[in-house]
């Protein structure tokens, strides 16, 4: 029996093993040695069980103070926390309509998939859990497992068109807020989309970042930053099918163009890290893997260096 609401499990196609094949071959061949041991790179090392109690030392989080046991003792006592053995990681996939663009090396999906599937087998060959939901519609939730069938099932699935059921995407707001009940226990999650959705879904992304380490991908194609000089141009709106033409001969129209779409992407980015997630950019004209390898890098050291810090 499946649980309702849940949609039927995806068979794994040829074509989709041969790509999933290609991306596991790809990621894991580039990042080997990166992320061993303790995934500090990756995912996060404390878990929610707590350990023994013992006296304060300075330097503690004092978040982590046991009440009872210092009433008892009159002497600060702090719990620690066992790093769990098996974590979760929950990936929140875009499926907007806005991601179906791309002037580069590909469209916006193709790279957000990508991501999603690197995070996912990078997180799967340690023996977590992965799970995934995305904006499709409101059924589109696949439960935490940590199979490499499941992962493989789950990325078929998360490359397939979308299949709303019937009903509109629920938007990038609703999806964190359903992140927020599904991701029931501390872990990763990570949000690939390109933020190009109507506001509120920063405080959202606060509230999930209050439990859990999240990481924003966010996904910029570079025709989103500057507009070439070919001319008269037809635009549309990939959400609304709205057209325009516009002049792209116009000098001051192209300086205004790259100047508002600075100001969007430095008004996500400071949504992104006052929300306390941890911001990645990935581009439809570079290589992704490259930059995905530099910020795993640079998270990995500053998570060992914060975790060197709290032991002095």
Known sequence: MRPAGLPAKPRVTPPSVAAINNLELAVLRRLDGLLQGDYAGLLPGPGSDTGEA??????????????????????????DTIADRELELWLLVDASKSLDFGTARSEKRDVAWAAAGAFALLASRGGNRVGALT????????????????????????????????????????????????????????????FLAPTGWERELQALAHRHDVIAVEVVDPREMTLPDVGLLQVADAETGRRRYVDTHDRKLRERYAAAATAQRSGIARQIASAGADHLVLRTDRDWVVDLVRFVAGRRKRRLAAAAGGHR
């Open 54 to 79: 013992r006296p304060y030392v300075a330097g503690d989080d004092t978040r982590h103070i046991d009440w009872a046991v210092t009433a008892r003792t009159t002497e600060p006592h702090v719990r």
């Open 135 to 194: 904006t499709a519609s409101t059924r589109a939730v696949f439960p935490a497992r940590s199979t490499h069938a499941h992962v493989a099932s789950l990325l078929t699935a998360l490359k397939m068109p979308a299949d709303r059921d019937g009903s509109h995407d629920v938007g990038l707001r609703e999806a964190l807020r359903r992140g927020r009940r599904v991701a029931s226990r501390r872990g990763l999650v990570v949000v690939l989309s390109d």
